[in-house]
T-cell receptor, first 113, second 117 residues
Framework: DADVTQTPRNRITKTGKRIMLECSQT?????MYWYRQDPGLGLRLIYY???????NKGEISDGYSVSRQAQAKFSLSLESAIPNQTALYFC????????????FGQGTRLTVV | AQKITQTQPGMFVQEKEAVTLDCTYD???????LFWYKQPSSGEMIFLIY??????QNATEGRYSLNFQKARKSANLVISASQLGDSAMYFC??????????????FGAGTRLAVHP
């Protein structure tokens, strides 16, 4: 099983619908992240959390919300999806510490029509 | 605030040659860490190398080395002896210390590398 699991892997939804992307990790890491990837823009940070009581906005949080239900689970919600939220979304985890690498899920390809 | 700039949208290199991928950064944190990741066409993110801002020596990992020039705020990735399997997107990232506690990890726009036989 993957250390960082994202569900669903692919999703097509309609404009205005609420959608939740889920992420779970088995690595026991404190820090979790949500990014979106768009061609030419790289990975942009949406939200991040370093424990269940801590949620921080990233570079592009408008239109998104998150929930850290447990150390191992970090969900991303689009309250009312719009077409420009069509992107590849990545969840990542990272242990505490200075030089620790991030471990990524396989990504969720979201299309809003 | 932290920012990563990768000015090369695309690069190509001949197999077995060396290539340098540019990365410049901006941060107000007194200490920080710099990372490079590889994303092949299959989509997964693969960690390559890390450099701490107080490290005296440039980081190396196999064929990967990081040319860290702190005064210029640059952290270029050097890939020696390129292989066809090195064809991928490459991302530079920064995590700042200070009050942020190295928690916030910011990526650049990436450079697409093509290795030609």
């Amino acid at each position: 099983d993957a250390d960082v699991t994202q569900t669903p892997r692919n999703r097509i939804t309609k404009t205005g619908k609420r959608i939740m992307l889920e992420c779970s990790q088995t690595k026991g890491h404190d820090r979790m992240y949500w990014y979106r990837q768009d061609p030419g823009l790289g990975l942009r940070l949406i939200y991040y959390s370093f424990d269940v009581k801590d949620i921080n906005k990233g570079e592009i949080s408008d239109g998104y919300s998150v929930s850290r239900q447990a150390q191992a689970k970090f969900s991303l919600s689009l309250e009312s999806a719009i077409p420009n939220q069509t992107a590849l979304y990545f969840c990542a985890t990272r242990p505490s510490g200075e030089g620790t690498e991030a471990f990524f899920g396989q990504g969720t390809r979201l299309t809003v029509v | 605030a932290q920012k990563i700039t990768q000015t090369q949208p695309g690069m190509f290199v001949q197999e077995k040659e060396a290539v340098t991928l540019d990365c410049t950064y901006d941060t107000s944190d007194p200490s920080y860490g710099l990372f490079w990741y590889k994303q092949p066409s299959s989509g997964e993110m693969i960690f390559l190398i890390y450099q701490g801002s107080y490290d005296q020596q440039n980081a190396t990992e196999g064929r990967y080395s990081l040319n860290f020039q702190k005064a210029r705020k640059s952290a270029n990735l050097v890939i020696s002896a390129s292989q066809l399997g090195d064809s991928a997107m490459y991302f530079c990232a920064i995590a700042g210390g200070g009050s942020g506690g190295y928690n916030k990890l910011i990526f650049g726009a990436g450079t697409r590398l093509a290795v030609h036989p």
